[in-house]
């Protein structure tokens, strides 16, 4: 199905399924323990050994030895399978690194051998045997001091735009800011590790992993073994979290891959926490730079934004000028992006990639202006609001109730309460309320589905769309329901598998809208095989309540199914839609902390998150989303951050003890508002993303915040105790 017209009124604006708070069809497995997640697979008739890695201890150069002996005579051990075994090979096309193969050592705890054996604990015991001999190089690991080496990167990456004459109107504007700020870099710590089960079969291999990304995976899979893809069978029902951080390939299913077939014997292999950190992907640091000219009455005539990020050679930037090419009014503009080389493990996505540390600084460079200009931050933000592309004003957005958001939220949050900085205190607590916008573009690619209607009346889906936590397994079942005019618990969805046609799978807030596009394809043509073998009007069919009806003839579905079934397959294309109409989803975000006037120790009271992202299929599975991104932007705003060996070209604090994420006693009651909003440009589904809109903005409504309490503003995450200290406002 090509998409390239807004939809129109579709069985799915019935609302009888989609759009209804239904829990989680997949719950109760997970619940329950009975949802195999990727190292959990088991088959009794297999002997599964297990491989543990062994990781680079320098950052960059080469190795010029290796000894294995000592690891091979190890208790258990079936086989030692090095980097030099198996020499050079193709990189995955979505790696900046290379995750296996030859000498040359581009970060460190890249994965160099992985060791086989009867048990966990005699691989992991072996594997500290291994011997390696190094010749070092030097490296650079502090974007500071590469940041003036930095480049502009080619123009595939869009690093730089320009509209009017910014120079001219920020030197002529009445009032300006002009700041720095800088965001850590930040690791995605899920739980779950990246874990992978490999079997071969004479000339095939099966794979169980925990992947966002199932033909991607297996793609760049067959690359680096240089084998067929068709060779290749991978799974990956449930996830454990991914965050971004399992949307590539990892070394984990090489490894499994490799020593399985080493020892001929189906291997588990699941990174160690440190690996996670080191080994994988991480949130890029930031320095971002941000000037803006306004007039007496807050309308903005000039805005910059400059950035500058890190990564490995060939690697990417971390996009964080793109809200601010679209968010806010303004004639004259100037965004650039530089990229420095680093050679720290591979810079990559983490949620919100762009947005979620662009809107860390841009949201306070905003609240910044407005107290400059003497206007409340709310009505600052209003008034600054663009209905069209403030880059190419032809292009109008396709739905934009960000005026909304903020209306709202300020009334149900009791924003007039909030005082001047410094001015409201509760005991030894000093009291601040902060608020900061929500963006995230509409992002759609093409998904694919197949559905099966058997002789029972059951409908089931296969598609490889992931669900790492949240919900697709349910909406999904939602919108054949919907489409198929039966109750939901008459759908199976079977998610995950390399089998089943190719999905968008999970990433960048495009996963739902585009895999339940899918299925709505599928079930247009699974409609019209029924209505063909029926010999019914397809124009005036109904499907409902179990039957199809056309006319004065009614069947059960079952029996229109017939002994054999019937399928219907399709894959959702996408046309210029997105050209003509800058697809974007907006929000709100409202914080009030408390920061404790003697330590400095803060502390968030409330959260409130108001969203316009299009039609919300499940309000359950979107609020999941919601408070869980909220969650993470309170971490990212007051305690997450990699810190830097700086000589050694590492990250130190690589486990969940010392990387500090938010937990249960940081988060206190959350709220989360969705405008009521269809958007018939976005998909046949009218509906957006959602999960990452709600991390985008939090941490600035958390700074904003702390800054209304004490009177004193961090421009550097994380909001540590140590940067508001010296500047609290004397015991009293």
Not at 10 to 21: A, E, F, R, S, T
Not at 241 to 257: M, P
Request: with cysteine; charged share 20%; proline share 5%.
């Amino acid at each position: 199905m090509q998409f390239d017209t807004p939809a129109t009124t579709n069985p799915i604006d019935n609302l009888k399924v989609v759009g209804q708070p239904i829990h989680r069809i997949d719950g109760q497995l997970k619940t329950t323990g009975r949802a195999m997640y990727a190292y959990e697979w088991h088959d009794p008739n297999m002997s599964y050994a297990y491989g543990y890695p062994v990781g680079a201890a320098i950052a960059k150069g080469r190795i010029t030895s290796m000894d294995v002996s000592a690891a091979k005579k190890a208790a258990g051990v079936l086989a030692v399978v090095t980097t030099l075994d198996i020499g050079e090979r193709k990189k995955g096309r979505f790696n900046t690194a290379k995750l296996f193969g030859g000498d040359e050592v581009q970060h460190y705890h890249q994965a160099i051998a992985v060791v086989v054996a009867e048990t966990f604990e005699q691989a992991r015991a072996a594997a500290s045997l291994v011997k390696v001999d190094y010749a070092e190089e030097k490296g650079a690991f502090d974007l500071g001091q590469a940041k003036d080496s930095a480049v502009k990167p080619d123009e595939s990456q869009q690093p730089d735009t320009a509209v009017g004459d910014f120079d001219s109107a920020f030197r002529s504007a009445p009032v300006t800011v002009d700041a720095s700020y800088t965001t850590p870099d930040q690791s995605h710590a899920m739980m779950e590790p990246h874990a992978s089960i490999a079997a071969w079969n004479g000339d095939e291999v099966t794979v169980w992993t925990s992947s966002q990304m199932i033909d991607w995976w297996r793609s760049d899979l067959a690359t680096t073994l240089d084998i067929d893809k068709e060779k290749i069978h991978l799974m990956s029902p449930f996830i454990g979290g991914g965050f971004g951080g399992k949307l590539f390939l990892r070394a984990d299913a090489v490894l499994a891959v490799l020593g399985a077939r080493a020892v001929k014997r189906p291997v588990k292999v699941a990174l160690p926490r440190p690996f996670m950190m080191n080994n994988t992907t991480h949130r890029p640091a930031t320095i971002q730079r941000i000037r803006i000219g306004a007039e007496r009455d807050g309308k903005i005539t000039a805005i910059a934004h400059e950035s500058w990020s890190g990564d490995l050679p060939g690697g990417g930037l971390e996009t964080a000028v793109n809200q601010t090419r679209l968010l806010y009014a303004g004639a004259n503009r100037m965004t650039a992006m530089r990229l420095a080389t680093l050679h720290l493990p591979e810079g990559n996505a983490m949620r919100a990639p762009g947005e979620a540390p662009g809107l860390m600084a841009l949201e306070i460079a905003i609240d910044e202006i407005a107290e400059k200009v003497g206007i409340d931050p709310v009505q600052f933000r209003i008034v600054n609001d663009t209905q069209v592309d403030p880059e190419k004003p032809q292009r109008p957005f396709s739905q934009r109730n960000l005026v909304g958001c903020l209306t709202l939220g300020a009334e149900r949050f009791g924003w007039r309460e909030r005082g001047k900085p410094g001015s409201r205190r509760d005991g030894s607590w000093l009291v601040g309320m902060g608020v900061a916008v929500a963006f995230r573009n509409n992002l759609v690619l093409p998904s694919g589905a197949r559905v099966k209607l058997d002789r029972e009346g059951v409908v089931t889906v296969e598609t490889d769309m992931t669900d790492i936590g949240t919900g697709s397994y349910t909406i999904i079942a939602q919108t054949a329901a919907e489409m198929m005019g039966v109750t939901i618990d008459k759908v199976a969805v079977q998610l995950g598998d390399s089998r089943f046609p190719v999905s968008a799978g999970s990433g960048g807030q495009f996963g739902a809208n585009s895999s339940t596009s899918g299925v709505y394809a599928a079930c247009v043509k699974l409609r019209e095989a029924i209505a063909k073998k029926l010999g019914f009007n397809s124009e005036d069919i109904v499907f409902e309540n179990g039957e199809v009806r056309s006319g004065n003839r009614s069947v059960p579905l079952a029996e229109a199914a017939g002994p054999d079934g019937l399928v219907g397959e399709d894959t959702i294309k996408w046309g210029e839609l997105t050209e003509t109409h800058q697809q974007s989803t907006f929000g709100a975000h409202f914080v009030e902390v408390g920061v404790d006037i003697a330590t400095g120790e803060s502390r968030i009271r409330r959260m409130l998150a108001v969203c316009a992202a299009g039609r919300i299929l499940n309000p359950i599975t979107a609020r999941s989303q919601v408070i869980g991104a909220m969650t993470m932007g309170a971490g990212g705003a007051l305690s997450e951050e990699l810190a830097v060996d700086t000589r050694r070209g590492f990250f130190v604090n690589h486990d969940l003890a010392s990387y500090e994420v938010a937990v249960h006693a940081d988060i206190p009651h959350q709220e989360v508002i969705f405008m009521d909003e269809t958007d018939p440009m976005s998909s046949p589904m009218k509906a957006k993303g959602v999960g990452e809109l709600g991390l985008c903005g939090v941490a600035a409504a958390i700074a904003n915040a702390v800054y209304n309490a004490t009177g004193v503003r961090v421009r550097h995450y994380p909001l540590t105790l140590d940067k508001l200290i010296g500047g609290l406002p004397d015991v009293a």
